[in-house]
T-cell receptor
Framework: GAVVSQHPSRVICKSGTSVKIECRSL??????MFWYRQFPKKSLMLMAT?????????EQGVEKDKFLINHASLTLSTLTVTSAHPEDSSFYIC??????????FGQGTRLTVV | AQTVTQSQPEMSVQEAETVTLSCTYD???????LFWYKQPPSRQMILVIR??????QNATENRFSVNFQKAAKSFSLKISDSQLGDAAMYFC????????????FGTGTRLQVTL
């Protein structure tokens, strides 16, 4: 099946710094990718839709200046958590749709802000 | 807006037995997709099964099958011959037909498999 690679899998950063998470579709082109956030024992909450070559579409309540999304190519989307704070600590997951129907997910990134 | 509801936060099944996980959804669309995803402790999301709304026949994938009732907006997952490796969080998800549409997830059901 298709592979979506997310990097890093774990990151610890100091409060006030920025962290970049990469999401790559390894064997297919993805004009649209999605970024989710998942709190412990909770469901996936969509943060934003990443569109290749254009601005991301953010869900209500998600700060676009806080969570910067760049989709510069058909195989790469990045999420940058700017000026991270402990409350940004979470599990972040990306996904990309291959073909018409199936979404493939990255392995997720566990972000801890200390 | 579309919503997906999973009313069973936790379920338990004995190994080799059968269990059914419930899911209901709400939409005004006529064409859409429904999915069941499995999230094991590794937290990697794995597609279990997919159903196209226009298909009347229920999807099956080996030990996994669904009961899709379009009029009732119900989409349950049946796991037969349960195995220890089936223990995980299971999420029901909905997506509109257009390619760029997002997935809407239910709150999940944690499945335990006992010996």
């Amino acid at each position: 099946g298709a592979v979506v690679s997310q990097h890093p899998s774990r990151v610890i950063c100091k409060s006030g710094t920025s962290v970049k998470i990469e999401c790559r579709s390894l064997d297919f082109q993805a004009t649209t990718m999605f970024w989710y956030r998942q709190f412990p024992k909770k469901s996936l909450m969509l943060m934003a839709t990443s569109n290749e070559g254009s601005k991301a579409t953010y869900e209500q309540g998600v700060e676009k200046d806080k969570f910067l999304i760049n989709h510069a190519s058909l195989t790469l989307s990045t999420l940058t958590v700017t000026s991270a704070h402990p409350e940004d600590s979470s599990f972040y997951i990306c996904s990309a749709i291959k073909g018409h129907t199936e979404a493939f997910f990255g392995q997720g990134t566990r972000l801890t802000v200390v | 807006a579309q919503t997906v509801t999973q009313s069973q936060p936790e379920m338990s099944v004995q190994e080799a037995e059968t269990v059914t996980l419930s899911c209901t959804y709400d939409t005004s669309e006529s064409d859409y997709y429904l999915f069941w995803y499995k999230q094991p402790p590794s937290r990697q999301m794995i597609l279990v099964i997919r159903q196209e709304a226009y298909k009347q026949q229920n999807a099956t994938e080996n030990r996994f099958s669904v009961n899709f009732q379009k009029a009732a907006k119900s989409f349950s997952l049946k796991i037969s011959d349960s195995q220890l490796g089936d223990a995980a969080m299971y999420f029901c998800a909905y997506r509109r037909e257009d390619t760029a549409s997002k997935l809407t997830f239910g709150t999940g059901t944690r499945l335990q498999v006992t010996l």
